[in-house]
């Protein structure tokens, strides 16, 4: 288990993204930080319009449902700048967010 941990947060199969929060909380330590990068944000992820991948539509809304199920809270929640973007074709479809595992999340 650890304490802190880094991972992008794209390119999930929609039937089983349920199991991703579940798997983050086993990986961090309570107290523990998860920083991800969300992408891509598409229009149509909220309603399962957009169903084609990988990757596969993301959106805060997703990740949110995902991650404070499981006990996790948002610290902070970006959407990475033009100059910061990963990838040209990237600009405006990223979002950089922290979250920090609640003390009492069990594993």
């Given at each position: ?76 929640m970006e959407p990475v700048k033009a100059e910061d973007a990963t990838a ?20």
């Open positions: 288990m650890t304490s802190s941990m880094t991972i992008p947060f794209s390119a999930r199969y929609c039937r089983t993204r349920g199991k991703i929060g579940q798997r983050h909380r086993r990986l961090i330590a309570p107290g523990g930080e998860l920083v991800t990068l969300i992408y891509p944000l598409r229009p149509g992820a909220d309603t399962g319009e957009d169903t084609d991948g990988p990757p596969f539509a993301m959106s805060e809304k997703i990740v949110r449902g995902l991650l404070e199920k499981n006990g996790f809270v948002a610290t902070m040209e074709y990237r600009i405006g479809k990223e979002i950089l967010a922290r979250w920090k595992l609640a003390a009492g999340a069990s594993n």
